[in-house]
């Protein structure tokens, strides 16, 4: 009976040699199948819609998904509007026969996704792409696909077609590079206006991305997040929403959406088939509440005529646009109105930046533009202005840091500190050892009272964040009244190579009112105006006030030994010359 059991309990504990030759085959069985899926999907290099590469070449080409361009951007003379119309006769890359094909259009540096048609080797498709480039001729390249659940996508062929004028072809077919095929493709080229911008219908880079030609490099020392990781993303994007989620193609994708003030991404590694999709706000035309196979809630994202895919092969419509629809969420509703929230803050974004860019580009017209002659100068402010004057800096933005009684009055404080001949901004940025000083003339300008300047040159920052120093701005604005007893004296800085440089401006007001004839009351007040929202904003908001009321202590203490210094030696000059009296006799 013991040995009974002793027996039992052995081959109860201990596996037998056929289950031991059962679980070594399972395991050289499992090794070998991840190996070969690894080496079939693990590296998409050639699958220009899955991998690393894919997606608009997030990681290496990052101009491609929505990245700045500068010179695209503000220089793009042809529009071209690209209409993929349908193919025939594809090869068939499926056991049936049949193929799911989707086709890459790419245009000098732009890419886009059209849709998939599943089970044709005939399809129609209907969508327009549109794309933005600065000279003729260019070359487009339209490379059609099979998509595959799990393995890599099949090229069924390629054609490149030239573009040299402008107009349009016309619906063309063009013979495919492979054994059997056609694409049928109508162009048409319109020739932009020097002004014309791509932000209003005709794709491409986003337009916060926009900086100035001598702005440098940003700088942000701050530890990548995954829209930097993933997708290859400008350092200054954080993510504002996360939500788990699946993308619906043959199957639903599980992952991860990120969304961000510019764009919503999406992100998924399911049979080691990476699917990356990145939608900028700019191009999308509608959010919508949908259903995916009538009991899942989802969202359906649809982007405007001509924007094209971005990333994975989106879904078609009957209309012509594409979309994308994402399904899964924990809380569909909850996820439903942060999208449109995030869609209308970036639209709201945009109104308030070409306001803002008016206006700076006002600013700037003025300080560059000056009278040929005195003359005119003194006819155009003798001549009353009936149209309404703008405000050179944001009142509402301001804080006082300093009021007090200076020992000089406000007619003194201009000629001997701010008049075109003082040396006086020469000397003081020299002690904060600012380097490049290029100082303008007063001149009046149409759309301010008084006279404006602009000065620029390179400042030292002592912030972990910044660069070693940053290339500067400052337009100067002053209104000195008619009995030189009040005088307004307002500046706008702008730093060029700081961490969200052109997010913000340093707005500052100085009033002095002259109380006697060898003082007056001195009121400073500063802040920062932000043209566009930012994370860091409250931070940068404190600080720039903190730096400005260090700048205003130097400043001051120069002022003082300057206006001391220069009236010691007109007393000096007074007293050294001799009566007229005197010279006569």
Same mark, same amino acid.
């Given at each position: 009976?013991?040995?009974?059991?002793?027996? #039992?309990?052995?081959?109860?504990?201990?596996?037998?040699?056929?289950?031991?030759?059962?679980?070594?085959?399972?395991?050289?069985?499992?090794?070998?199948?991840?190996?070969?899926?690894?080496?079939?999907?693990?590296?998409?290099?050639?699958?220009?819609?899955? +991998?690393?590469?894919?997606?608009?070449?997030?990681?290496?080409?990052?101009?491609?998904?929505?990245?700045?361009?500068?010179?695209?951007?503000?220089?793009?003379?042809?529009?071209?509007?690209?209409?993929?119309?349908?193919?025939?006769?594809?090869?068939? #890359?499926?056991?049936?026969?049949?193929?799911?094909?989707? #086709?890459?259009?790419?245009?000098?540096?732009?890419?886009?996704?059209?849709?998939?048609?599943?089970?044709?080797?005939?399809?129609?498709?209907?969508?327009?792409?549109?794309?933005?480039?600065?000279?003729?001729?260019?070359?487009?390249?339209?490379?059609?696909?099979?998509?595959?659940?799990?393995?890599?996508?099949?090229?069924?062929?390629?054609?490149?077609?030239?573009?040299?004028?402008?107009?349009?072809?016309?619906?063309?077919?063009?013979?495919?590079?492979?054994?059997?095929?056609?694409?049928?493709?109508?162009?048409?080229?319109?020739?932009?206006?020097?002004?014309?911008?791509?932000?209003?219908?005709?794709?491409?880079?986003?337009?916060?991305?926009?900086?100035?030609?001598?702005?440098?490099?940003?700088?942000?020392?701050?530890?990548?997040?995954?829209?930097?990781?993933?997708?290859?993303?400008?350092?200054?994007?954080?993510?504002?929403? +996360?939500?788990?989620?699946?993308?619906?193609?043959?199957?639903?994708?599980?992952?991860?959406?990120?969304?961000?003030?510019?764009?919503?991404?999406?992100?998924?590694?399911?049979?080691?088939?990476?699917?990356?999709?990145?939608?900028?706000?700019?191009?999308?035309?509608?959010?919508?509440?949908?259903?995916?196979?009538?009991?899942?809630?989802?969202?359906?994202?649809?982007?405007?005529?001509?924007?094209?895919?971005?990333?994975?092969?989106?879904?078609?419509?009957?209309?012509?646009?594409?979309?994308?629809?994402?399904?899964?969420?924990?809380?569909?509703?909850?996820?439903?109105?942060?999208?449109?929230?995030?869609?209308?803050?970036?639209?709201?974004?945009?109104?308030?930046?070409?306001?803002?860019?008016?206006?700076?580009?006002?600013?700037?017209?003025?300080?560059?533009?000056?009278?040929?002659?005195?003359?005119?100068?003194?006819?155009?402010?003798?001549?009353?202005?009936?149209?309404?004057?703008?405000?050179?800096?944001?009142?509402?933005?301001?804080?006082?840091?300093?009021?007090?009684?200076?020992?000089?009055?406000?007619?003194?404080?201009?000629?001997?500190?701010?008049?075109?001949?003082?040396?006086?901004?020469?000397?003081?940025?020299?002690?904060?050892?600012?380097?490049?000083?290029?100082?303008?003339?007063?001149?009046?300008?149409?759309?301010?009272?008084?006279?404006?300047?602009?000065?620029?040159?390179?400042?030292?920052?002592?912030?972990?964040?910044?660069?070693?120093?940053?290339?500067?701005?400052?337009?100067?604005?002053?209104?000195?009244?008619?009995?030189?007893?009040?005088?307004?004296?307002?500046?706008?800085?702008?730093?060029?190579?700081?961490?969200?440089?052109?997010?913000?401006?340093?707005?500052?007001?100085?009033?002095?009112?002259?109380?006697?004839?060898?003082?007056?009351?001195?009121?400073?007040?500063?802040?920062?105006?932000?043209?566009?929202?930012?994370?860091?904003?409250?931070?940068?908001?404190?600080?720039?006030?903190?730096?400005?009321?260090?700048?205003?202590?130097?400043?001051?203490?120069? #002022?003082?030994?300057?206006?001391?210094?220069?009236?010691?030696?007109?007393?000096?000059?007074?007293?050294?010359?001799?009566?007229?009296?005197?010279?006569?006799?």
């Amino acid at each position: 009976m013991i040995a009974t059991v002793d027996s #039992a309990l052995f081959a109860f504990l201990f596996p037998s040699l056929w289950e031991i030759k059962v679980a070594v085959a399972a395991s050289v069985f499992v090794i070998i199948a991840y190996h070969f899926f690894a080496s079939r999907t693990g590296y998409l290099s050639a699958d220009p819609s899955l +991998s690393d590469n894919s997606a608009g070449n997030v990681a290496d080409d990052k101009d491609k998904m929505g990245q700045p361009k500068v010179d695209s951007q503000t220089s793009s003379a042809y529009l071209i509007k690209l209409e993929l119309l349908a193919a025939k006769n594809l090869v068939g #890359a499926n056991l049936n026969g049949t193929s799911d094909p989707y #086709a890459i259009i790419t245009c000098s540096n732009e890419k886009r996704f059209s849709s998939m048609v599943p089970g044709s080797r005939n399809p129609m498709w209907g969508e327009e792409f549109n794309f933005s480039v600065d000279e003729l001729p260019v070359q487009i390249n339209v490379t059609i696909y099979d998509w595959d659940i799990i393995w890599k996508s099949t090229v069924l062929g390629s054609v490149t077609v030239p573009v040299e004028t402008e107009g349009q072809t016309g619906a063309v077919w063009h013979t495919l590079d492979s054994p059997s095929g056609q694409v049928c493709l109508h162009i048409k080229t319109i020739k932009l206006s020097a002004n014309a911008s791509r932000i209003n219908g005709y794709g491409g880079a986003n337009p916060r991305r926009r900086m100035p030609e001598r702005q440098g490099p940003t700088v942000v020392h701050q530890k990548p997040g995954p829209l930097q990781t993933i997708f290859g993303l400008h350092p200054d994007e954080v993510v504002d929403h +996360s939500y788990s989620c699946a993308l619906e193609r043959s199957f639903l994708y599980h992952g991860r959406m990120y969304v961000s003030a510019w764009h919503i991404c999406f992100h998924s590694n399911v049979f080691s088939k990476q699917m990356k999709v990145v939608i900028p706000f700019e191009d999308i035309d509608e959010i919508r509440r949908s259903q995916h196979a009538f009991i899942n809630p989802a969202i359906t994202i649809i982007l405007r005529m001509g924007a094209g895919g971005h990333g994975v092969p989106p879904l078609g419509s009957p209309d012509g646009r594409v979309r994308y629809m994402f399904a899964s969420f924990w809380n569909r509703n909850h996820a439903f109105r942060n999208l449109q929230r995030a869609a209308k803050n970036f639209h709201e974004m945009l109104e308030v930046e070409k306001k803002e860019n008016a206006e700076s580009e006002l600013r700037a017209h003025s300080s560059s533009v000056r009278g040929s002659k005195l003359l005119d100068k003194v006819l155009e402010e003798s001549m009353p202005k009936t149209g309404k004057l703008q405000p050179f800096i944001k009142e509402e933005a301001l804080v006082g840091i300093y009021n007090e009684v200076f020992p000089c009055t406000a007619e003194q404080f201009f000629n001997l500190l701010l008049n075109d001949g003082s040396n006086f901004t020469s000397k003081y940025r020299s002690i904060r050892k600012d380097t490049n000083l290029v100082m303008g003339q007063w001149h009046t300008a149409d759309e301010y009272d008084g006279q404006v300047r602009e000065i620029t040159f390179r400042s030292l920052c002592n912030s972990p964040m910044c660069p070693p120093d940053t290339a500067m701005t400052e337009w100067q604005h002053h209104v000195l009244s008619p009995d030189k007893k009040n005088l307004v004296f307002e500046t706008v800085q702008q730093a060029h190579d700081v961490p969200f440089g052109s997010y913000f401006e340093v707005h500052c007001k100085w009033s002095l009112e002259t109380i006697n004839e060898s003082s007056c009351t001195l009121d400073i007040k500063v802040g920062a105006h932000f043209k566009k929202w930012c994370v860091m904003q409250s931070k940068i908001k404190s600080g720039a006030v903190n730096e400005y009321k260090k700048e205003v202590d130097v400043m001051l203490d120069v #002022a003082r030994s300057y206006i001391k210094s220069n009236t010691s030696n007109d007393e000096n000059d007074k007293a050294s010359s001799p009566p007229a009296a005197t010279l006569e006799n």
